[in-house]
């Protein structure tokens, strides 16, 4: 009986958000079928056009099934583009040692708000408030204007296409068949949200996040280093957005101030949807994939319906937010029953 609640618990949001992405595609497929809304590679932009968000939504799943938040991500994301374009174009560097400093930027970034949250025991939101000033802030003192990439590695990068001839071609006026295509920036985020998904579920850190986020002072009492855990989950974070940030470039070749504004909330929106609980202990990041995929969906809707202002997105995503905390506790109500 237990085991069934837990069931409950844990895998009904992630099943209802696994169905409600599967419904609103089809009701896609069946409304906008004569725009092409059914052709695989419409399916595909949703994972091209948010690569970033993928893994950075990972990233932002680890922390709050620890308990905490990350409200800084959409800043370093920004200041992760605009860090690549400076390097590149002002300075001259090479597309790699540009891409390294960055990912280190984003490692240093997590460290610091990381031990200010584990070991000085500051609030996540005060913390990570202050760094989404900070990076937002830094973005502005490199360049208050916007820097276009035009090093020719990362453009190389930006543009290699994969082709997936086995989801069928079509022929254009020129006679050219063309198949459906990715970019690497999809593998890169599917295998980060693969690693990120095998470490909390199979090994004994991803076991201590959990318990963290269960009860921490449950976690004490049976010896987990919970400073340290928190610690490296931030640093871990902190990666995955520069990483992150990076594959946002990719689609952008372009650094600006106002860039990736308003990210971390759909990070977090992501993640909710997905079954993560704003109270910690209970997370999947295919269930933040599936946030995303229901992001991206609604904005795919929004372009093939034509009239509609984009901002109905997040209106969109903020019902189905409130809904879906609306749920979360439901459910904790009857776990406090049980």
Avoid: H
């Avoid at 938040?69 to 400076?86: E, H, N, P, T, Y």
């Avoid at 990041?285 to 609604?298: D, H, N, P, Y």
């Amino acid at each position: 009986m237990k085991k069934m609640g837990k069931l409950d618990g844990k895998v009904f949001l992630l099943i209802i958000t696994i169905v409600l992405f599967v419904a609103m595609y089809l009701a896609g497929i069946i409304i906008f079928n004569s725009k092409g809304f059914a052709k695989p590679q419409v399916f595909l932009n949703l994972f091209i056009s948010n690569a970033g968000l993928i893994v950075i939504a990972a990233g932002m799943t680890m922390v709050m099934i620890t308990g905490g938040i990350d409200i800084s991500v959409g800043s370093v994301v920004a200041l992760a583009c605009m860090m690549l374009a400076w390097m590149m174009e002002i300075k001259g560097m090479g597309a790699v040692p540009a891409l390294i400093i960055v990912l280190i930027m984003g490692l240093v970034f997590g460290l610091i708000q990381g031990y200010l949250i584990a070991y000085l025991k500051l609030q996540p939101f005060i913390v990570t408030l202050a760094g989404m000033f900070f990076a937002r802030g830094m973005t502005a003192i490199i360049s208050q204007d916007m820097i276009s990439i035009k090093n020719e590695l990362f453009l190389q990068w930006a543009k290699s296409k994969i082709n997936l001839p086995f989801l069928g071609g079509a022929v254009n006026k020129k006679g050219v068949v063309n198949y459906p295509f990715i970019y690497p920036s999809v593998i890169i985020a599917l295998v980060i949200l693969v690693l990120v998904f095998v470490v909390l579920k199979y090994t004994k850190f991803g076991r201590t996040v959990y318990a963290i986020g269960g009860s921490e002072q449950s976690a004490l009492m049976m010896g987990i280093n919970v400073r340290r855990t928190k610690l490296y989950v931030y640093v871990i974070n902190g990666f995955l957005c520069a990483l992150g940030g990076f594959l946002f470039c990719l689609n952008t070749c372009a650094g600006f101030v106002e860039q990736a504004k308003g990210f971390e909330m759909e990070a977090i929106a992501s993640a909710v949807i997905g079954g993560t609980l704003l109270t910690g202990g209970v997370g999947n990041v295919f269930g933040s994939l599936f946030g995303v995929l229901i992001k991206g969906t609604i904005e795919t809707f929004i372009t093939f319906q034509g009239t509609l202002s984009s901002w109905w997105t997040k209106i969109t995503i903020a019902a189905l937010l409130a809904f879906f905390i609306i749920l979360q506790s439901l459910f904790a109500k009857a776990k406090e029953k049980r």
